[in-house]
């Protein structure tokens, strides 16, 4: 199965435990950047 990037970020955040803030303070990006990655919003 071929996995988008938005479904891996996804995967790779519940499976630390982490959530989307903690995640966004790790990489030094806000929770929208986080969201938006998430949902395949974004495309930067």
Do not use: D, F, N, P
């Not at 998430?38 to 495309?43: A, I, P, Q, T, Y």
């Amino acid at each position: 199965m071929e996995w988008k990037l938005a479904e891996q970020i996804r995967a790779y955040r519940q499976e630390k435990g982490m959530t989307q803030e903690r995640l966004a303070e790790a990489v030094g990006v806000t929770v929208g950047a986080v969201s938006k990655w998430e949902s395949g919003v974004s495309h930067s």
